[in-house]
């Protein structure tokens, strides 16, 4: 099985600011990622597919890269809204794993 | 609109079997793989299983192969998890969710609200 490792597990931030967030997988997955948000008592939201296509909707604030077995999400001036918990998942291989989640928090 | 309805989720106790199932609407139903993700309490995302339109390519986590059976109706455009011989850790809302188009046809582009699962004597 594929294992997602996501880093950091929590992140304090502040509106306005650049975070990104890492997730390493253990073998080659290509471009078979995507990231997803998660506010709490919701459903999580598709932000990502591809590791670098956003979805329909989504501000462009968020981008994603990476191939193989390193990617990142990036979110280039946070708003408000943005404090959530945010998991990727690798659709290279089953079962379709999903990371650890990373916890981003107001500083 | 794309709506996915849960239902059938309850207290069961250990080694019980309940059924899940998933109402869709508002796109063509057998275009589109689907997916059951879990999530216990106050914790992270969990893939269950999947299936793809046509039904036939069913992958399943290994914490419920041989347990869990997913299935679908699309003549009734509704999604189904059977699951047998149940434990605590299954405790958890099970959410419903649909792929998208494509070569990504296993990512998830929309969820259901999720149905709750709780496995205590």
């Known amino acids: 099985d594929i294992q997602l490792t996501q880093s950091p597990s929590f992140l304090s931030a502040s509106v306005g600011d650049r975070v990104t967030i890492t997730c390493r997988a253990s073998?080659?997955?290509?471009?078979?990622l995507a990231w997803y948000q998660q506010k709490p008592g919701k459903a999580p939201k598709l932000l990502i597919y591809?590791?670098?296509t956003l979805q329909s909707g989504v501000p462009s604030r968020f981008s994603g890269s990476g191939s193989g077995t390193e990617f990142t999400l990036t979110i280039s001036s946070l708003q408000p809204e943005d404090f959530a918990t945010y998991y990727c998942?690798?659709?290279?291989?089953?079962?379709?794993?999903f990371g650890q989640g990373t916890k981003l928090e107001i500083k | 609109e794309v709506q996915l309805l849960e239902s059938g989720g309850d207290l069961v106790q250990p080694g019980g079997s309940l059924r899940l199932s998933c109402a869709a609407s508002g796109f063509t139903f057998s275009t589109y793989a689907m997916t059951w993700v879990r999530q216990a309490p106050g914790k992270g995302l969990e893939w269950v299983s999947a299936?793809?339109?046509?039904?036939?390519?069913?992958p399943y986590a290994d914490s419920v192969k041989g347990r869990f059976t997913i299935s679908r109706d699309n003549s009734k455009n509704t999604l189904y998890l059977q699951m047998n011989s149940l434990r605590a850790e299954d405790t958890a809302i099970y959410y419903c969710?649909?792929?998208?188009?494509?070569?990504?046809?296993?990512?998830?582009?929309?969820w259901g609200q999720g149905t709750l699962v709780t496995v205590s004597s």
């Open positions: 591809g590791a670098s």
């Open positions: 073998q080659g997955i290509s471009s078979y």
């Open positions: 969710a649909k792929g998208l188009l494509g070569l990504q046809f296993w990512c998830i582009d929309y």
């Open positions: 998942q690798q659709l290279n291989s089953y079962p379709l794993t």
């Open positions: 299936i793809s339109g046509s039904g036939d390519t069913t």
